[in-house]
C-alpha cells in the first residue's frame, strides 16, 4: 500500500514547516498556502488527509472546506482545521463546513500526532475494506460468468483460487464455535466420571473428529491471519507429551495400514510443557505426522524424541524416506509438493508457520541414506505457571458429581461474552438432571434460548452484538408470541446500582445479581425455580466474606477445580489491562470504562475480590481523575497479579476458614 498523502495548508510558512517536521513519518507531505492552491493541490495529490488553517488571504478556510466536500474527487478526504481561532462558534462553524476534527494553536505535538494517526488509521481501513467488497464483487461476478462452463474449463478452479479463499474467510469464523464446543463437550462429561468404557470411547471418537476438522479450519483461518502478521498469539503452559500420545491413536489406523509404527522414545520427564496453543500444536504434529507416515517405507518406524536446549523443547521426528529433491530446496514453500496426486503444499508450510507464530521454528535435513529429520522448536514452559501456589499439587482433585441429585430436571442457559466467566458458571451448576447451555452475546442467547427453551437463564448485561437488556426483552416478546411460559431470567451485572437493577427489570428480568456471584446464590436460584430445598446450608464463608471491608488480599483463595483454567484466565486478564493502558493514553474514557467492567465481574468470580473492587474503582473514577491517576491504578492491579499468592481450596469443604479480610 503506498504511503498516506497529506495536505498542509496554511498561508504562515513556519507553520507548514512546524507541521511537517511533526508528520514526516506518516507520509508524503504536501503543501499549499492559500484556498485555491490547496483546491489544486488536492485535485492533483489526491491527499487522504488534510490540515486546514482559518485565517488565510483570499478564500478563508471555510469556504475551502465547503469546496473540496461539494466535488465528488474530494468530497470523501477527512478535513482537519489547525487554527488560532478557539471561539466555540468558530469550532462549531469549522465542523458544520465539513470537517472532522478541530485542533487550536498552540497545539501539544502529541495530540495532533495521536488525532492525525487515528483518521488516517481510518482511511486506510476504510480504504482496504472498499477494496476487499470491490474485490468480492468482482469476484462473485466471475463466478457467476463462468459457472455454466465449469466441467468444460479445467482453468476455472485455478482462476477461482482467490475467490473461494474470500468466501471461505468469511465463513469459517461461523465453523469454529461450535467446533470449539463439540471438543469441550467430551471433556466436560468425563469431569462427571459416570461413564462407562464403551461411551468413553465414543466421545474420545468425537474429539478426536472434532480436532481434525478444527485443524483444517485453523489451516485456512489462522494461516491467513498469520501471513499478514495479524494473529494474536494466545500461550498456555501445554503438555506436549499428552499431545502426541493423543495423535498417534488419532492416526493408529492410517498407520496400521501401512505397517507403520509412531514410537516416542522414553523421555526422562512423564510431562514436558511448552508455551503454545493446544489447537496450533495439534495442526503442526498432525501435518508433521502424517507426511512421515506417508514417506515411511512400509513396515517401519516413525520415531519421535524430545530434547531440551536452554529455553527450548525440541522435538525430533524421523522416518527413513527421503524427500525427492525437486522439493528439497523449497520444502517449507506455500503449495511445494511432489509425489502426492491429491498433495496440496501447505502441509509443511503451514506448520512452519504455526510453529513460527508461537515463537518456535522448524528445521528439515534429509538424504537417501539417512532418512529424513524434523527437528520442532517450541519455547519451554513450567508445568504450573507463578500463579498457582506450591501446595496446590498436593490438594486432590474435586468433581461435584452428586449436587445434580439435589434438583428435578433443569434447563439453564448461561449467557456471558467472558468464556472464563462462562467456565466459572458452568462449574457453579450440578451434574444431571441439570442440563446447562451456553451463550457468549445476547444474540447468541437469544437463538439459544428459542431453540431450548430453558426453565432459568443467567443473563450478563454488558455483552457486544446484542446487551442482555436488548435480548430480554426480545425474548419476552417472543414468549408472548408463541404463547410460552417464561423463562427464570437472573439479571448478572458488576454494578450494583438502583438504575440497573431497574433497566433489568423492566426488560422482563424476574431477579438481578451483582457480580461476583457465589456458588450457593447460583444453588439458591435454582432451588427457588425448583421447588427443593438445599442439601445444606450455605457456607459461612459467603457470610463472612460480605461482611469484610474493601482492602488489598496478600493471599487469593481460588476453588481447585479452577486451576487448570487459572494460568490462561490471568493471561487473558493481563492482555486486557495492556488494552486498557493503551486505551488510557489514547484518552479513550469509554474503552477504559468498558474494559474496567469487564476486568471487574471475571476477577470477583475467580475470587480476586481485590482486584474486582479496584478494578470497578477505575469504572468509576475514569472520568474524573487524570491520566497519570489511571496509569498508577493499572500499575498497581499489575503488581498485585503479580505478588498475591494463589492457594487452591474445595469450596465446598465445610471446614474452611473465612477468606483473608
Known sequence: MPLPV??????????????????????????????????????RHKPDIVL???MMPGM?????????????????IPVLFV?????????????????????????????????????????????????MDEELRASHAKVAAQAAQLESQNEYLQENVRLREEVERISRHDLKTPLNSIIAVPRLLREKKRLDPEDDELLTIIERAGYRILSMVNLSLDLFKMEQSTYRFRPRSMDLMDLLDKLCGDLRRHAGERKVRFQVLPWHEPHVHVWAEELLCYSILANLMKNALEASPDDNSVTMRIAREGEQVLLHMHNQGAVPEIVRERFFDKYATAGKADGSGLGTYSARLMARAQGGDIEMQTSERGGTTLLLRLKAAPAITEAAAPEADALPRRRDTAAGAEFTPLKVLVVDDDEYNLLVMRR????PPVEVFTAVNGQDGLDQAISHSPDLIFMDLDMPVMNGIDATRRLREHEKN??????????????????????????????YLSKPVSKEQIRAVMHKVTGTAPAKAAAPAAAAETAQPYQIDDEVRVDIDLRDALPAFLQ??????DSMTL???????????????????SFALYGFRWAGKHCQQIEHDVAQVDGAVLQEQLARLRLHLRNVTIRFIDLNATDQPPPPP
Not at 105 to 122: C, D, E, M, S, W
Not at 428 to 431: A, I, L, Q, Y
Not at 488 to 497: I, N, P, Q, T
Open 572 to 577: 487473558s486478564r493481563r492482555e486486557v489491562i
Open 583 to 601: 486505551s488510557c493514553a489514547m484518552n479513550d474514557v469509554a474503552e477504559v470504562r468498558q474494559l474496567a467492567h469487564r476486568l471487574a465481574g
Open 60 to 76: 478563508d478556510g471555510y469556504e475551502t472546506c465547503r469546496r473540496l466536500k461539494s466535488q465528488a474527487a474530494t468530497r470523501d
Open 52 to 54: 486546514l488553517d482559518v
Open 6 to 43: 497529506i495536505l498542509i495548508v496554511d498561508d504562515v510558512l513556519e507553520n507548514v514547516r512546524l507541521l511537517k517536521n511533526l508528520l514526516d513519518d506518516f507520509g508524503q507531505i504536501v503543501f499549499a498556502r492559500d484556498g485555491l492552491m490547496a483546491l489544486e493541490q488536492a485535485e
Open 482 to 511: 408463541a404463547g410460552l411460559a417464561g423463562a427464570v431470567v437472573v439479571a448478572l451485572s458488576a454494578h450494583d446500582d438502583e438504575a440497573s437493577l431497574e433497566r433489568s427489570l423492566k426488560a422482563g428480568c424476574n431477579m
Open 83 to 131: 487554527t488560532g481561532a478557539d471561539g466555540e462558534s468558530d469550532e462549531a462553524k469549522g465542523l458544520a463546513a465539513g470537517a472532522i476534527d478541530y485542533i487550536t494553536k498552540p497545539f501539544a505535538p502529541a495530540i495532533v500526532r495521536a488525532r492525525v494517526q487515528n483518521h488516517l488509521a481510518l482511511v486506510i481501513a476504510n480504504a482496504e475494506r472498499k477494496r
Open 428 to 431: 457453579f451448576m450440578p451434574g
